[in-house]
T-cell receptor, first 112, second 115 residues
Framework: SQKIEQNSEALNIQEGKTATLTCNYT??????LQWYRQDPGRGPVFLLLIRENEKEKRKERLKVTFDTTLKQSLFHITASQPADSATYLC???????????FGGGTRLMVKP | DAGITQSPRHKVTETGTPVTLRCHQT?????MYWYRQDPGHGLRLIHYSYGVKDTDKGEVSDGYSVSRSKTEDFLLTLESATSSQTSVYFC??????????????FGPGTRLTVT
């Protein structure tokens, strides 16, 4: 069956450092992968989409990589700030693209 | 929250009672979804809709039913609530983008407690 794994342990880093979160998947051949941010008590918010033919994508301080051979995506936040503290979810679409399966999320804590 | 509202935002109910949660969108998106989110399980799809009166089951549909009589409204009903249905419920909407992909936009969530 399809499976998406994210590190369930919280990631604690110091302000100004780069945070790197990992999303691994099995039994998928996704056309793209998405990353979402979720703050406590709120719904997830879409951040970035990276396609299978894109090795890397950037948006401001965010950088996402997608290695379809390793079946892995890395999500980087450079120059991290306490406001970046949240849970980050990766999501993969079904073949039609109209449904997503979400990973369990990784909680990021950025300390001042 | 991208023109999505959920009601109620919080509800406490007793085991065995029926409960209906409402999701309302103003974006005219074709797809609507109901998820539940629980510690240790993440977001799991309950049901989704791809148009008025067109719905299908998700991963954890047992004990839940849905209806969509209008594009803007998607209702989730627990016919007889059980304690295992205590959770946070999120509605999401989606439609195909010009790039061919779907991005989902989530409502604020409903916290349901079944005692």
């Amino acid at each position: 069956s399809q499976k998406i794994e994210q590190n369930s342990e919280a990631l604690n880093i110091q302000e100004g450092k780069t945070a790197t979160l990992t999303c691994n998947y099995t039994n998928y051949s996704p056309a793209y992968l998405q990353w979402y941010r979720q703050d406590p008590g709120r719904g997830p918010v879409f951040l970035l989409l990276i396609r299978e033919n894109e090795k890397e994508k950037r948006k401001e301080r965010l950088k996402v990589t997608f290695d379809t051979t390793l079946k892995q995506s890395l999500f980087h936040i450079t120059a991290s700030q306490p406001a970046d503290s949240a849970t980050y979810l990766c999501a993969l679409p079904n073949n039609a693209g109209n449904m997503l399966t979400f990973g369990g999320g990784t909680r990021l804590m950025v300390k001042p | 929250d991208a023109g999505i509202t959920q009601s109620p935002r919080h509800k406490v109910t007793e085991t065995g009672t029926p409960v209906t949660l409402r999701c309302h969108q103003t974006e005219n998106h074709r797809y609507m979804y109901w998820y539940r989110q629980d510690p240790g399980h993440g977001l799991r799809l309950i049901h989704y809709s791809y148009g008025v009166k067109d719905t299908d089951k998700g991963e954890v549909s047992d004990g839940y039913s849905v209806s969509r009589s209008k594009t803007e409204d998607f209702l989730l009903t627990l016919e007889s609530a059980t304690s295992s249905q205590t959770s946070v419920y999120f509605c999401a909407i989606s439609d195909i983008q010009s790039s061919g992909s779907y991005e989902q936009y989530f409502g604020p969530g409903t916290r349901l407690t079944v005692t």
